[in-house]
């Protein structure tokens, strides 16, 4: 009788724990606590960016320890790992700031030496930020490993005056405080209560729409980052997803399976629907591209001109993340989609489908008021829209969500920096009608591409929200609304058009047409137009400014060699000049 064979299941980890030569490396393992069957089996990495600066990763350790409990109860080995966050709400106007956008790539790039650089076998990845929640899609997509990533969960809103708040309240207070309209008291107690315990920022600002992005790819699963960052639920969902990196690893369930072309344009349909934040377009590039899915920024236009906002939330709108969660969550969204025939059923970690998964989901609330059907959306179209023109040959992003208008005309007021405009704002020296030019601020001018949530809060903080329009090269909040241009590109620091802007030309910003544009003769000011110096000369921002492509292709700092087939046709080497790039680009 032949007995039948079990096949040998080779392991990424065995490189570093069997045979004779790796004594060594199973002498230190021992050392950390582990006994021949621990390490025998698959070693499953935990990364996440636990730090006590912010409520947005407080949690994050004690997800870990529940996600390590799920992968040692379904045979696994679990490998804690920790990495950085910066947090926006805190740097927010401040230099700080620049390292932002820029940690989003260290992130990405420390879970990739630490995973590789031990040889793991699968991984989960838990993330509560802004730059977090991307760069876990980004490390789950360029390691290509059977992975996972969870959400740590949005904050619970504040109270003010028998009123729901957010962070953002607190930014628009002090605007308004600026203006006289509020006192210290009242400023203090917006403080006070805003931020009531862990968790990322409440609104459907950049975590938030992250996070449904991330479910939307189908490297989270459907329901899991909705659960508030408090709620008891919280630790079962980080349970299942370390036995789900398990059952990934036992399928051979990997990134590369989910992250398809059609899942990309799911959650670019997403972002449109809840009027989510701006920075999901540079961050869905990033990812696609480190996942080799052609993606350019044109491809988010049709997403959101076809997409109605059917989904009440802030900053435009009246409710917080987690009444977004009471009220039925993601599914409830992408169920309003899948029924108008504008999302593909795609896989998703589970292993199931998405339609499986959202077929699966709860039922949207009775009686819930965040989310509406398509017959009664609230807006007609999604919450931006892709712009080009003589100020932007490669592309920016205006943001729609807030207001009704979709054009907007009035003279440039200048600024070379952020703080230069906030100043401004303060002051009172900002008009009805004013157009507000923040340069210098893009990616590699900045360096780090800053938002600019602290000017443009203190705009609406004024009563000036629905009066004046501002363009950058830098981004904005996802807390940000009003009429906005942002990732203007190519940026000033480059050569870009914005550069060339004076006081005073006339600007035009048109969603119909789909043009940010001047009158003024640039062509004419282009002799006399040097680069700035780098304001930073060494150190990791001088770096990622030497690295960093264009904000209309994500931001990233590496290019592939054999990119051509997938990128889009505004890439230029590094090595182009500013002066020469420019002039093709004001030239055509």
Known sequence: ????????????????????????????????????????????????????????????????????????????TPVEFNTIAVTDGIAMGTSGMRASLVSRELITDSIELAVDGHCLDAMVVLCGCDKTIPAAAMALARLNIPGVALYGGSIAHGNHNGCPITVQEVFEAVGAHGAGKIDDAELEDVERHACPGAGACGGQFTANTMAMVLTTLGLSPVGLNDIPATAPEKLAAAHRCGELAMECLNENRRPSDVLTPAAFHNAARMVAATAGSTNAVLHLLAIAHEARVPLTIEDFEPASAKTPVIADLKPGGRYSAVELTAAGGTAIVARELRTAGMLTDTPTVTGRSLFAELDAAPAATEGQQVVRDMAHALKPRGGYSILYGNLSPEGCILKLAGHGRLSHAGPARVFESEEEAFAAVQAGKIRSGDVMVIRNEGPAGGPGMREMLAVTAALVGRGLGNDVALITDGRFSGATHGFMVGHIAPEAARGGPIALLREGDAIFIDAGTRELRTDADLTARRASWRPAPPKVTRGVLAKYARLVGSAAEGAVTQAFEDDEDIAPPTRRKQEDSADDLTQALIGN
């Open 1 to 76: 009788m032949n007995e039948k064979k079990i096949p040998i299941r080779t392991l990424r980890s065995d490189a570093i724990k069997t045979g004779p030569d790796r004594a060594p490396a199973r002498a230190m393992l021992r050392a950390t606590g582990l006994d021949d069957e621990a390490i025998a089996r698959p070693m499953v990495a935990i990364v996440h960016s636990w730090s006590n600066v912010s409520p947005c990763n407080l949690n994050l350790r004690e997800l870990a320890e529940a996600a390590a409990n799920g992968v040692r109860a379904a045979g696994g």
